[in-house]
């Protein structure tokens, strides 16, 4: 469970922490107040899955085989773990801004 930003209150499983968009930031259970992932922990988490996808196809071409490109699933699995579970929830946009 993770904790709300606003009362610190462990509310926010990793499931619907990872759902938990700027655009549509989820509302904590204790304390009713929303909370999303900042959006440059969004952004860096599919930049990465991006490149790392992208030199995955660049393998598939030069080795010529194309079970390299199963490598993108477990690739966005890692950029999903590091930059969007293990995030701090921000609690306003002034908190997203300011880190």
């Keep these: 469970m993770h904790p709300c930003p606003h009362c610190q209150q462990p509310t926010f499983s990793?499931?619907?922490?990872?759902?938990?968009?700027?655009?549509?930031?989820?509302?904590?259970?204790?304390?009713?107040?929303?909370?999303?992932?900042?959006?440059?922990?969004?952004a860096i988490a599919?930049?990465?899955?991006?490149?790392?996808?992208?030199?995955?196809?660049a393998t598939t071409f030069y080795m010529r085989n194309v079970l390299f490109l199963l490598g993108s699933i477990?690739?966005?699995?890692?950029?999903?773990?590091?930059?969007?579970v293990q995030a701090p929830l921000a609690g306003d946009l002034d908190d997203d801004i300011q880190h």
């Design 74 to 84: 477990p690739a966005a699995m890692l950029a999903i773990d590091l930059w969007l």
């Design 46 to 57: 599919v930049f990465a899955w991006v490149i790392l996808s992208w030199l995955l196809i």
């Design 14 to 42: 990793t499931a619907r922490k990872v759902l938990l968009l700027w655009l549509r930031p989820g509302l904590c259970s204790a304390c009713n107040k929303p909370a999303f992932i900042p959006l440059r922990n969004v």
